[in-house]
């Protein structure tokens, strides 16, 4: 089946620093890759989304790009505030599973100032 | 605004005692699903419904029940709660089932089964 494999946390950081958090996946079909945020207290929220190889999704800084070639969707931010405190989840929509969202456990983040 | 609700937030009972968790959305959507989180389990979903009457498993249905009534609501039933029910649940709907199709959440119903 499919799967969505990001790395644990918590990642904590200072401001301005560079954020990374890998994402890895396996689907059976061409699935679309997505990340959520979902910030304290709050439900989840799309943060960006990529629909075939080598799209970019980008949104407030972040930016993601759809790797087939190692099945990767690393989410990225060159310089994090202080409200990018947040659980950050990889998620794929396969066709080929009906389009059922499949999640990562997340990866909370926290910066400091 | 656009959103999704749901009630209660909070939810503290014991086990065996029935309980119904109510969804609403505003926005008109044909699928809505319910989920669970869980520590390093990520979002694992619990029942979804492609529109009024249709419902069907997701991959956790054990020990839950749905209905859909109403195309804005999607309750979630648990008849007879035990303690590895405790999580936080999260309904959530969209327009359809198109691959890059954006899901909106609702803000969450903690639950604690003792």
């Known amino acids: 089946g499919d799967s969505v494999t990001q790395m644990e946390g918590p990642v904590t950081l200072s401001e301005e620093a560079f954020l990374t958090i890998n994402c890895t996946y396996t689907?059976?079909?061409?699935?679309?890759l997505f990340w959520y945020v979902q910030y304290p207290g709050e439900g989840l929220q799309l943060l960006l989304k990529?629909?075939?190889?080598?799209d970019k999704g980008s949104n407030k800084g972040f930016e993601a790009t759809y790797r087939k070639e190692t099945t990767s969707f690393h989410l990225e931010k060159g310089s994090v505030q202080v409200s990018d405190s947040a659980v950050y989840f990889c998620?794929?929509?396969?066709?080929?599973?009906?389009?059922?969202?499949?999640f990562g456990g997340g990866t909370r983040v926290l910066v400091k100032p | 605004e656009a959103q999704v609700t749901q009630n209660p937030r909070y939810l503290i009972t014991v086990t065996g005692k029935k309980l119904t968790v109510t969804c609403s959305q505003n926005?008109?959507?044909?699928?809505m699903s319910w989920y669970r989180q869980d520590p390093g389990l990520g979002l694992r979903q619990i029942y979804y419904?492609?529109?009024?009457?249709?419902?069907d498993k997701g991959d956790v249905p054990e020990g839950y029940k749905v209905s859909r009534k109403e195309k804005r609501n999607f309750p979630l039933i648990l008849e007879s709660p035990s303690p590895n029910q405790t999580s936080l649940y999260f309904c959530?709907?969209?327009?359809?089932?198109?691959?890059?199709?954006?899901?909106?959440f609702g803000p969450g119903t903690r639950l604690t089964v003792l």
């Open positions: 959530a709907s969209t327009s359809g089932l198109a691959r890059d199709n954006e899901q909106f």
């Open positions: 998620a794929l929509s396969d066709q080929a599973a009906g389009n059922k969202l499949t």
């Open positions: 419904s492609m529109n009024v009457e249709v419902t």
């Open positions: 990529a629909t075939k190889a080598d």
């Open positions: 689907a059976t079909g061409y699935p679309s």
């Open positions: 926005m008109n959507h044909e699928y």
